[in-house]
């Protein structure tokens, strides 16, 4: 999907943003998400801060390409690129080894949740920043998930460093919902963790 100049300069001053290691709202694959430079364990913490949420539970992180997956896990089982192509609606992978990463992103046990995003505006935000993305709900820990712009609490708006406004004026579709989060371990035995 070709963007337009005017998504192409929302997402220019988005990557600005997230260079200097602030906080953004924006469009993904599924929800409104709030993200910051995977890399960044400050802005991550001031997400978690946001979120009111737990630091103990860990977020999304969402990548542009198999490439940039394999900057950031380590040992993907062969069954993870068969899962990613034929996933018909998106999907997050808990994978075992995190790498590359802040470590507030990953599991206790260094695991990673990692999805591979088609959706045009979070995917070119990756590959601007040439790094991994945060993605979790931009909602307070607890309240109903933001499916569109409208949704979204003013306090998660007041508290981000950039709003994007790309797809702000899109309704809530039916089918929009949250990712399907599958744990898939080295030997590639899985556990759907969220349908």
Known sequence: MKLSND??????????????GGVIVYPTDTVWGIGCDATNEEAIRRIYAIKQRDDHKAMITLVDSLAMLER???GIPDVAYDLIETAVTPLTIIYDKGIGVAPALMGDDGTLAVRVTAEAISAELCRRLGRPLVSTSANISGQPTARCFSEIAPEILES???VCVSRRDEDVKADVKPSTVMRLCADSSFKILRK
């Open 7 to 20: 998504a192409l300069s929302d997402i220019k001053t988005a990557v600005d943003v997230l260079r200097r």
């Open 160 to 162: 981000a460093d950039y």
């Open 72 to 74: 950031t896990v380590e």
